[in-house]
């Protein structure tokens, strides 16, 4: 009988009885011998090949849980060198830390905070830096932090500040507090570097992902959807007016819909070959083939 192609996944193995609190993150180390997990406490690095025990390697639980002030958001290997991890925190900074240091790291290697400015200081300024997600670079020379406005990258030889920052939504600056309100000032969005590392892609909101040229700067807004995704058709540039008189192609920032955020994006290690995902949607682009 003809049939529809179910794709099914079944477990290989089960890693059981490690973490306590949500995973955050795994990441396989460059020796594809071990990989590790994170949760808003604790990292656990793990053996392939087994699945009942772990190292515990960063380990942040205060003694007492009402002297908690930071959680861990993401957590990443070094593309190549196996020693070197990072984590983010929710206070907006960066650990690097190396296993060849001490068993447990609690004492990093690296540590990498931009300094706040007074100025713009608010009531949102420590939410909107908690950083959502971290990626080092394919050359393993930068990394980059996704926090709720911005995109950063750092050369992991200097530590007091980035070396490039991407606005990806400023224009939601002055619409926080309703963001706060409906609890989307929360989401965590990710971001991703394409095969050369020229450049970089993070979502947004109004099914909105945004890419950025580091050579010329250049940046592009692109929406995934119903509409435009049919076979062969091309994407074409969207813009948020951001107030005083709206052009006739733009969108204003009120008749955004925050429902629909991309929240997971992927570049090809390769190919000019993104995959977007719009809440139950996944979106593959590729490059405009002649």
Same mark, same amino acid.
């Given at each position: 009988?003809?049939?529809?192609?179910?794709?099914?996944?079944?477990?290989?193995?089960?890693?059981?009885?490690?973490?306590?609190?949500?995973?955050?993150?795994?990441?396989?180390?460059?020796?594809?011998?071990?990989?590790?997990?994170?949760?808003? *406490?604790?990292?656990?690095?793990?053996? *392939?090949?087994?699945?009942?025990?772990?190292?515990?390697?960063?380990?942040?639980?205060?003694?007492?849980?009402?002297? *908690?002030?930071?959680?861990?958001?993401?957590?990443?290997?070094?593309?190549?060198?196996?020693?070197?991890?990072?984590?983010?925190?929710?206070?907006?900074?960066?650990?690097?830390?190396?296993?060849?240091?001490?068993?447990?790291?609690?004492?990093?290697?690296?540590?990498?905070?931009?300094?706040?400015?007074?100025?713009?200081?608010?009531?949102?300024?420590?939410?909107?830096?908690?950083?959502?997600?971290?990626?080092?670079?394919?050359?393993?020379?930068?990394?980059?932090?996704?926090?709720?406005?911005?995109?950063?990258?750092?050369? *992991?030889?200097?530590?007091?500040?980035?070396?490039?920052?991407?606005?990806?939504?400023?224009?939601?600056?002055?619409?926080?507090?309703?963001?706060?309100?409906?609890?989307?000032?929360?989401?965590?969005?990710?971001?991703?570097?394409?095969?050369?590392?020229?450049?970089?892609?993070?979502?947004?909101?109004?099914?909105?992902?945004?890419?950025?040229?580091?050579?010329?700067?250049?940046?592009?807004?692109?929406?995934?959807?119903?509409?435009?995704?049919?076979?062969?058709?091309?994407?074409?540039?969207?813009?948020?007016?951001?107030?005083?008189?709206?052009?006739?192609?733009?969108?204003?920032?009120?008749?955004?819909?925050?429902?629909?955020?991309?929240?997971?994006?992927?570049?090809?290690?390769?190919?000019?070959?993104?995959?977007?995902?719009?809440?139950?949607?996944?979106?593959?682009?590729?490059?405009?083939?002649?």
């Amino acid at each position: 009988m003809p049939m529809d192609l179910m794709v099914e996944a079944s477990p290989r193995r089960i890693f059981a009885n490690a973490h306590t609190y949500h995973i955050n993150s795994i990441s396989v180390n460059s020796d594809h011998e071990t990989y590790l997990s994170a949760d808003d *406490l604790r990292i656990n690095l793990w053996h *392939l090949e087994i699945t009942d025990r772990s190292f515990n390697i960063v380990d942040i639980k205060p003694a007492n849980m009402e002297e *908690l002030t930071e959680v861990i958001t993401a957590a990443e290997c070094h593309p190549h060198q196996c020693n070197v991890f990072v984590y983010s925190s929710s206070k907006g900074t960066i650990r690097l830390c190396d296993m060849r240091a001490a068993a447990l790291c609690d004492r990093h290697s690296k540590f990498f905070e931009e300094p706040e400015d007074p100025s713009s200081r608010s009531f949102f300024s420590e939410i909107i830096s908690s950083i959502s997600d971290v990626k080092f670079s394919h050359s393993g020379r930068y990394m980059m932090t996704r926090d709720y406005l911005s995109v950063k990258v750092w050369d *992991l030889n200097m530590e007091n500040r980035p070396v490039e920052t991407y606005q990806v939504h400023e224009y939601l600056r002055s619409k926080l507090c309703s963001l706060y309100e409906n609890d989307c000032i929360f989401d965590k969005f990710e971001c991703c570097w394409n095969g050369s590392d020229s450049a970089i892609m993070t979502g947004s909101y109004n099914n909105f992902f945004r890419m950025f040229d580091r050579n010329t700067r250049r940046d592009i807004t692109l929406e995934a959807s119903r509409e435009s995704s049919k076979p062969r058709a091309t994407l074409k540039p969207r813009k948020v007016s951001t107030g005083g008189k709206r052009k006739k192609d733009e969108i204003s920032v009120d008749s955004l819909d925050f429902n629909k955020k991309i929240l997971h994006t992927a570049w090809h290690p390769k190919d000019n070959v993104i995959a977007v995902a719009a809440t139950n949607n996944l979106y593959i682009f590729q490059d405009k083939i002649n």
